[in-house]
């Protein structure tokens, strides 16, 4: 059994920061990559960034490229999502998600708010 847990949402001001947190645990013997994807209220789930496990090779939408950095820290099993510049349309629960030996695992989000 895999186990992501995020944590890090909150309200946060436009032009604000704000640092979302992934780790996993449980039966973990081969991460191939971690990304965040987020949902916005009546929208679809969509893709926001993504990390290789093996090269920390970063993928963004083009949405949060610039803005966004995604980073691993494969001894904790662990990603972080540094959010910078935050805009109203940034507003969206946040999923975690792992691809670990080809199957899919999600956490269960964490809400993000970005309003004055």
């Known amino acids: 059994q895999v186990r992501l847990v995020e944590s890090g949402g909150g309200l946060v001001q436009p032009g604000g920061s704000l640092r979302l947190s992934c780790a996993a645990s449980?039966?973990?013997?081969?991460?191939?990559?971690m990304a965040w994807y987020r949902q916005a209220p009546g929208k679809e789930r969509e893709f926001v960034a993504l990390i290789t496990w093996s090269g920390g090779n970063t993928n963004y939408a083009d949405s949060v490229q610039g803005r966004f950095t995604l980073s691993r820290n494969s001894a904790k099993n662990t990603v972080d999502l540094q959010m910078n510049s935050l805009r109203p349309e940034d507003t969206a629960v946040y999923y975690c998600h792992a691809t670990i030996r080809g199957l899919r695992y999600w956490g269960e989000g964490t809400l993000v708010t970005v309003s004055s």
């Open positions: 449980g039966s973990i013997f081969s991460i191939n990559a």
